[in-house]
């Protein structure tokens, strides 16, 4: 039986949602301070995820538990490709340079989703999604300081790796596509998240941290990234999103930018000026002409998510 719910609380969902993935960088640069890596954070966030997910489908919705064996292989894939990778160029990205600038880059996802789109699937590059891909450029060229002094802060690997989290971040929906039809879209992210875990953990070593695990405030901040910026944020976001059109919904997740960038410059004291407020803008406007055409074509479809 399918409860009702009203469209302001779903909104509400979505925002509260996106603005706990918006949070992700927060306790991953408080676990860099204790002396964990980027492999680490993830090999950490995917495990912990993973076990607590698990719990609870295995206690209220064990039926979404059921796969079949042919599509493991897809799920490795999805789950090393575009979710573990993803999150280590993301988080390698915050470490090297800042949030602020590490979330910029995620952002370039869309202009990866339609170049891949157009080329593989065939899809129409209309005229709007031509002005967002450019708007989503030079927003990331005014962020990362290539304009308009053209002398960037950031080094090439730091740009490959901002590029390379965002790449990998619209793939989520690609990859996913091969399995969604499939299954629930809680089965597709625990069996991504858990494949996913299956390649970090043994490739990171953490156990060798051993001592670092002993400090309460470690489990404290743990407890942060799995319940708030990866569970909780994916729960409500699809909650929120069963009852809103995808369209809105895609709008509304652009509170996730706003509060890491936020984060990065109140608490974190990343240094963003003039120009760069504008190419956050630009990427901004970005999202809305991407999502306008799926409105009035009525065909957009719900958009599964990576956790940030």
Not at 99 to 104: K, Q
Not at 152 to 162: E, K, M, R
């Amino acid at each position: 039986m399918r409860l009702s719910m009203k469209p302001s609380i779903a909104y509400g969902f979505i925002i509260i949602g996106a603005a706990f993935w918006g949070s992700t960088g927060l306790f991953v640069t408080y676990l860099y301070r204790f002396g964990f890596t980027p492999w680490e954070v993830v090999a950490i966030r995917l495990a912990m995820s993973s076990i607590v997910l698990f719990g609870l489908m295995i206690t209220m919705a064990k039926k979404y538990l059921r796969i079949k064996w042919r599509h493991i292989p897809y799920f490795f894939v999805l789950g090393i490709i575009s979710i573990a990778l993803f999150n280590w160029c993301y988080f390698e990205v915050i470490d090297r340079a800042s949030l602020s600038i590490a979330v910029i880059f995620v952002y370039t996802s869309p202009v990866f989703a339609a170049i891949i789109a157009f080329i593989f699937f065939k899809e129409e590059m209309s005229w709007k999604k031509g002005i967002a891909i450019l708007f989503t450029i030079f927003g990331c060229a005014l962020v990362i300081g290539y304009f308009p002094g053209g002398n960037t802060g950031l080094d090439f690997l730091t740009i490959v790796l901002g590029l390379a989290a965002g790449l990998f971040c619209s793939l989520f929906s690609v990859i996913g596509k091969l399995v969604s039809r499939y299954y629930h879209p809680l089965t597709v992210t625990f069996y991504a998240m858990l494949c996913g875990s299956l390649f970090m953990v043994p490739t990171s070593s953490i156990w060798k941290k051993g001592q670092l695990f002993a400090i309460p405030d470690v489990w404290g901040i743990i407890a942060g990234i799995t319940l708030i910026s990866t569970i909780a944020a994916y729960l409500l976001y699809t909650m929120g999103l069963t009852y809103v059109e995808s369209s809105k919904a895609a709008i509304l997740s652009s509170v996730e930018l706003v509060v890491s960038v936020l984060i990065g410059v109140t608490i974190f004291k990343d240094a963003v000026d003039y120009w760069q407020w504008i190419g956050f803008l630009f990427v901004f406007c970005s999202l809305f002409l991407t999502v306008f055409p799926a409105r009035k074509s009525n065909h957009a479809k719900k958009r599964i998510e990576p956790s940030n």
